[in-house]
């Protein structure tokens, strides 16, 4: 969507050439479609990123803002007049508009709809099924609309919308403080402090380097469909902690009153501590002696 005199080859070149080192999924977008047409990407002289708003660059000397409403609103851009259906429009569907400004003037916008993982759907009933498991919520920094769309059809609990990522640090503390685990899985640069904030993190190859460098854990296919796995692998490493306390603990706890109250000696000793070893060693191979 373009203000009169503005190809839109020129406005998606400009929202190209902002985007082009960047690799979170509306970068990827808008880089996909320059590609599909062919569109030239300019160099860029220097970039500033504004996390979870925008991005401005400098191309031949003059500055292209790429990026929400709000951050259009910080470099006192106004947003045409001729743009208040689209505005109204998009939000009804549940698409995102990223506003492009040359020379400190709105050049136009390019509407994205949201697409869901194709596999977002199955994980998340799969996740149902674990019973430690007992909230599923959506936090994101995209409009109210998407965002509540995105949760309804996946079937998640709740939504946060227009949370920057300082918001959803802070959200995922406040949940803490409530005695709260929380698990949070992200692979953008805006998910980095949530992902240091949260339990556990999970991040997938192919995100960006920020949200790989924080994760905890790190799906190597890229997608969510390990995801359920990964809970399951958790939940059997801690049966298996609980079950080595017997073995462990246990045989300790019996030598000690061995000792001290029947005046056990060093072979009797020797013999439980070899009968812990025997239990914890049965322990750490139960997945091959006794599968589930």
């Not at 997608?223 to 609980?242: D, G, K, V, W, Y």
Request: hydrophobic share 50%; with cysteine.
């Amino acid at each position: 969507h373009c203000v009169d005199g503005v190809e839109e080859e020129q406005l998606l070149a400009f929202a190209a050439a902002a985007e082009q080192h960047q690799s979170h999924p509306i970068a990827r977008a808008i880089l996909t479609k320059a590609h599909e047409r062919g569109v030239a990407t300019p160099w860029i002289d220097e970039a500033t990123l504004k996390v979870g708003l925008g991005l401005a660059v400098t191309i031949a000397g003059q500055t292209i803002l790429v990026g929400s409403t709000r951050f259009m609103g910080l470099h006192a851009i106004p947003i045409p007049a001729q743009f208040a259906t689209l505005q109204e429009k998009s939000q009804q569907l549940g698409h995102l508009l990223v506003w492009v400004a040359h020379a400190g003037v709105m050049i136009g916008a390019i509407e994205l709809e949201i697409a869901l993982r194709p596999e977002a759907t199955a994980v998340v009933a799969a996740l149902r099924q674990r019973a430690h498991i007992r909230t599923i919520m959506i936090v994101s920094g995209d409009h109210a609309i998407p965002t509540e769309q995105a949760a309804l059809a996946i079937g998640a609990d709740g939504w946060y919308a227009e949370t920057l990522p300082t918001g959803k640090a802070e959200l995922l503390a406040r949940l803490q403080a409530a005695g709260r685990k929380v698990c949070f899985i992200g692979d953008g640069i805006n998910d980095a402090i949530a992902l240091k904030q949260a339990h556990v993190s999970v991040s997938m190859r192919g995100a960006t380097s920020a949200a790989l460098d924080t994760a905890h854990v790190v799906l190597m296919d890229g997608s969510l469909t390990q995801l359920p796995i990964l809970f399951e692998l958790a939940e059997r490493a801690e049966r298996n902690q609980r079950t080595m306390m017997l073995p462990v603990l246990g045989t300790s706890v019996l030598g000690l009153v061995g000792i001290y109250s029947w005046g056990w000696g060093l072979t009797a000793v020797t013999m439980l501590d070899q009968l812990s070893a025997i239990g914890g060693a049965t322990v750490i191979m139960r997945q091959r002696l006794l599968p589930d």
